[in-house]
């Protein structure tokens, strides 16, 4: 039996007026991987899930990248499966507006029976080193910027870039097209319906470019005072791109390093700290005789960040594609460095007036969980603020970087470093953190026990 009006709660009562052509609404729950899982509801359903929540079982979560159950957790697998209450998620519900049938949206989060966050939840690990900040009197405003490639051709095995064409042409450019304006004019019928969807479903998209790679793009979303719907709406960016991408007969891939010769996709964040009164606490920016002179939280902030980034990259690099990124010369740091206006560093400090002096966190890939990558990224500030941790000494502007003498990063070596870490369990939760490492370990077991094609290319003939 359909609700009453007066039964129906006054944001999907409102979202029902508007919108009478919905027959049904998606819900999106984020696993581990960023990857949204969920199910969809009938209209009539949705004012239920907005009075009492709607059940769905801890798999939803704790699956790997390729939707498998993860053996060995007593979580979603070995305890039978059991179903939690999911809410959604207030102010995500809007319209699907690259769907052929009309549809509609929403976040939901997930919760233990007698209400308490469950502890695999991403969302519910953000808000909980948000509390520190709060009892602090500090607000983090962040902004995420993402980078991602547009791909045609999807039929082969190998996928090719949407590069733009000469105009009047099928013929593509040499080279890169770094920040070309002539390739966003030959997207605009994309990059329009990326911007109306963006406006239709409140997520707070700004500035649009052309990036290094022939058929790389970044979004910038604004700047927000409310960390968790900053990684709401870059959640829903990721799949908004997508969906629009698909409905012009493209695809887009957020995946961290898809071509081998071409620049990889990060997820940069931009992070700074207001105190009660509104003020910036990374701010002034340092006078031109003193350039090292930052004010002690943003120092400290870096210095926090910067100590833990051995332990942070399991979270920033979450997967096997992940650490192909990590090269020199494709603008992707590979060294724990900080300084001023710099695209080569870590911590990026770009420029900007006083009142908006901030760090720019450049490590993490686009492939990532934002909201673990956002936890990590204000855990590790938090501890160097309240540490009061020194950062090495910066690289300032025009300055060369050293390159790291050691191998690359890779996925073993960075889970290791997770499973030592004493920071995760108090941040993150000891429960989630082991969860979380014994996930990434499962799915790099499975990786690595495949025989790729390039096994046969290399060794077949040859051994």
């Known amino acids: 039996m359909a609700s009453k009006p007066k039964d129906v709660p006054a944001e999907a009562a409102g979202f029902l007026a508007a919108n009478p052509e919905v027959r049904a609404i998606e819900l999106l729950l984020p696993d581990l991987n960023a990857i949204l899982r969920g199910k969809r509801v009938s209209r009539r359903e ?9 059940t769905f079982p801890a798999t939803g979560i704790l699956m790997d990248s390729r939707g498998s159950l993860i053996d060995g957790l007593a979580h979603g697998s070995d305890d039978g ?4 209450v999911c809410l959604p998620v207030t102010g995500s519900l809007a319209p699907v507006p690259w769907s052929k049938t009309p549809l509609g949206q929403c976040l939901i989060a997930m919760y233990e029976r007698d209400g308490r966050p469950y502890f695999a939840d991403a969302r519910h690990v953000l808000a909980g080193v948000l509390a ?9 405003v962040v902004a995420v910027e993402y980078e991602f490639y547009l791909l045609e051709d999807t039929r082969g095995e190998i996928p090719r870039t949407r590069a733009g064409r000469v105009p009047g042409t099928r013929r593509r450019p040499a080279g890169p097209r770094a920040y070309s304006l002539e390739d966003l004019h030959d997207l605009d019928g994309f990059f329009a319906r990326v911007q ?24 910038n979303l604004h700047h927000e005072t409310d960390a968790l719907a900053a990684c709401d709406h870059a959640i829903l960016l990721r799949r908004l791109i997508r969906g629009i991408a698909r409905q012009e007969g493209l695809a887009a891939t957020f995946m961290a390093k898809p071509f081998k010769d071409m620049d990889g996709s990060g997820m940069h964040v931009h992070f700074s700290l207001l105190d009660r009164e509104g003020r910036n606490v990374f701010g002034p920016a340092p006078p031109a005789a003193t350039p090292d002179a930052y004010p002690d939280p943003l120092r400290h902030a870096v210095g926090g960040m910067l100590a833990a980034l051995p332990e942070s990259l399991a979270i920033f690099a979450p997967n096997a594609n992940s650490y192909r990124r990590f090269r020199a010369g494709f603008f992707v740091p590979i060294a724990p460095n900080w300084g001023p206006n710099h695209r080569q560093v870590a911590l990026r400090i770009p420029t900007s007036d006083d009142a908006n002096v901030r ?16 936890a990590a ?5 938090y501890v160097g603020i309240t540490g009061r941790v020194e950062p090495p000494p910066m690289i300032r502007a025009g300055e060369p970087v050293a390159l790291p003498t050691g191998p690359s990063p890779r996925w073993e070596s960075a889970l290791a ?15 989630f953190t082991r969860v979380y490492g014994a996930a990434r370990r499962y799915e790099a077991d499975a990786y690595h026990a495949e025989v790729p094609g390039l096994d046969y290319e290399w060794y077949l003939g040859a051994v």
């Not at 990532?368 to 990558?373: E, F, I, K, V």
Request: with cysteine; hydrophobic share 50%.
């Open 417 to 431: 470093a997770f499973d030592r870490s004493t920071l995760w369990p108090d941040y993150l939760g000891a429960e």
């Open 132 to 140: 520190r900040f709060a009892a602090l009197g500090l607000t983090p």
């Open 46 to 54: 949705l004012a239920g899930l907005f009075r009492e929540g709607i």
């Open 81 to 84: 499966d059991p179903d939690y």
């Open 359 to 374: 760090v720019e966190h450049r490590v993490a890939g686009a492939d990532c969980n934002p909201y673990l990558a956002m």
């Open 377 to 381: 990224i204000l855990a590790a500030a």
């Open 196 to 219: 109306a969807a963006a406006a239709e479903q409140g997520v707070p998209a700004g500035a649009i470019v052309s990036e290094y790679g022939a058929g790389q793009f970044e979004v």
